[in-house]
């Protein structure tokens, strides 16, 4: 997988950044959003390509109490969800899927990108209105930001009126 450029949606925190998925998976809500205020964006989707793994780090209340459970589980091997899979088309647009134990690929999106809901930067943009997705999946709305090297971040968020609601956070690892 080649390197590319990356570019700085608001000034980098000072902070190290986490090298694995379980670092991140150890922070809190507002840690992640901090970590993804502050993460940049590559020039390219060319950088998600591939079949990632990806990792549940935490959700929002009201689940928030069965926060150390669903850690554990998201860590397990029988955790359902695997990672998504990324085919950029021209380094700007592109389309992907997420992977799941059982019922193999589902949830097909269109990628992008566009504008965070969580702050009016630049962000990696999934969008899971197509037809094939059902009506509940189809008000899925993810993002993704560049953490580290080969680890990105994002939110999923249920697309609410008047704006999306934070659901859950998680990472995709490039790395493998």
Known sequence: ??????????????HALPPHVDELAAMTVAELH??????SVPDTLDALDGAPRGR?????????QH????????????????GKSFRSFDGQ??????????LGDQF??????GRSEIDGERA????????ENPWLIRQIHDELRQVGPELFLGPAMWKARPSPKLVLWFAIDTSA
């Open 1 to 14: 997988m080649s390197q590319t450029a990356t570019t700085t949606t608001r000034t980098p925190d000072t």
């Open 34 to 39: 901090e970590r993804y205020v502050n993460a």
């Open 56 to 64: 549940m780090l935490t959700v929002i209340p009201p689940f928030e």
């Open 67 to 82: 926060r150390e459970a669903l850690a554990a589980f998201a860590r397990a091997d029988g955790f359902p969800w695997r």
């Open 93 to 102: 647009t592109g389309d992907g899927i997420n992977r799941v134990t059982l």
């Open 108 to 113: 097909p999106f269109h990628l992008r990108f």
């Open 124 to 131: 990696i943009l999934l969008d899971y209105d197509r037809p």
